[in-house]
C-alpha cells in the first residue's frame, strides 16, 4: 500500500507543554489515521521526533509498504536522510528508533514542506501543545484577564475578589483596545484587571463580575507555565481550596 505521511510537533516554550500532529492517508487521499496527542514537556525539535516516530508507526501498523513522509522542519528531514548529523544528546535515541522504524518499510521518501503544505498537522500538533499546557503541573496557581469599561469597576471587582477570598492579588490599569468592527479600525480605552488565584474558581469569579457589572469584553483563564515555591504558598494561605 502507498500512503502518504505529514508529522509535526509544537512546544510552548521550547522546552514547554508540546504536542504532537500526525496524519496518515493513502495515495488516494483517504484518511487512514489523524492523531494529536499532548506528550507532556519537550523542545519543538523532540517533539518534531516524536511525532514521526508515531506517524511511523501507525503506517506499520496499517501495513504501508511505500511512504512519503512530509515534514515542515528541514532540519529533522536532512537529520534522517543522513545529510546533517544529530548532535543534540536529548535527540539522538530519538532519531535511532525512528531510523529503526524507517527500516521498516520498504520504500520511503522524506520531503520537506512548508508549514502550508502541513497545515492539519501543525494545527493537530498545535492544539495538542495547548492540551498539555493547561494540563501540565501548576501548583495551583490561575490567572484570570478581565476587561472592562471603566477603571473604577475593575477596582470594585478586584477589592470584592480580596475580601470574599477569591485572590490573592489583583492589578489593573488602562489598556487601549484596538479592534476590527464592521470594516473598520477602531480605538478606544478600556481597563484590565488581572488576578491571581487558584483553580476551581472560575464561576465564582465570573458571579463577582457579574454582581458589580451588566457587561465585560472578556473573561480568560491562563495557565502560568512556571510559579515560585513562595508564591504558592502565599496563595495556599490566603485562597482556601474550593475543589
Excluded at 18 to 36: D, H, S, T
Excluded at 106 to 123: F, I, M, Q, T, V
Excluded at 180 to 206: C, H, S
Aim: hydrophobic content about 40%; proline content about 5%; glycine content about 6%.
Amino acid at each position: 500500500m502507498q500512503a502518504i505521511l505529514y508529522t509535526d510537533g509544537a512546544s510552548i516554550g521550547n522546552p514547554g507543554p508540546a504536542g504532537i500532529g500526525v496524519v496518515l492517508k493513502r495515495a488516494n487521499g483517504e484518511v487512514i489515521a489523524e492523531i494529536g496527542e499532548p506528550i507532556g514537556s519537550a523542545t519543538n525539535n523532540e517533539a518534531e521526533y516524536r511525532a514521526l516516530i508515531r506517524g511511523l508507526e501507525e503506517a506499520i501498523k496499517s501495513g504501508v509498504q511505500s511512504l512519503t513522509w512530509v515534514s515542515d522542519s528541514e532540519l529533522l528531514v536532512r537529520q534522517m536522510k543522513g545529510e546533517y548529523q544529530v548532535r543534540q544528546p536529548n535527540l539522538i535515541p530519538l532519531w535511532q528508533r525512528a531510523r529503526e522504524l524507517a527500516k521498516q518499510i520498504p520504500h520511503l521518501e522524506a520531503r520537506y514542506s512548508p508549514r502550508e503544505g502541513n497545515a492539519l498537522a501543525d494545527r493537530l500538533a498545535r492544539q495538542s501543545a495547548r492540551v498539555a499546557f493547561g494540563s501540565a503541573p501548576q501548583g495551583a496557581m490561575r490567572l484570570y484577564y478581565i476587561t472592562f469599561t471603566h477603571a473604577h469597576e475593575a477596582e470594585a471587582v478586584g477589592r470584592a475578589l480580596l475580601e470574599r477570598q477569591l485572590a490573592v492579588c489583583v492589578n489593573w490599569f488602562p489598556i487601549t483596545c484596538a479592534y476590527r468592527w464592521k470594516g473598520e479600525i477602531v480605538q478606544e480605552p478600556e481597563t484590565v484587571l488581572f488576578v491571581k488565584t487558584r483553580e476551581g474558581n472560575f464561576e465564582a469569579i465570573e458571579q463577582v463580575v457579574r454582581e458589580h457589572v451588566d457587561y465585560t469584553n472578556f473573561i480568560a483563564e491562563l495557565a502560568p507555565m512556571q510559579v515560585n515555591r513562595a508564591f504558592l504558598e502565599w496563595l495556599d494561605a490566603e485562597v482556601p481550596s474550593r475543589t
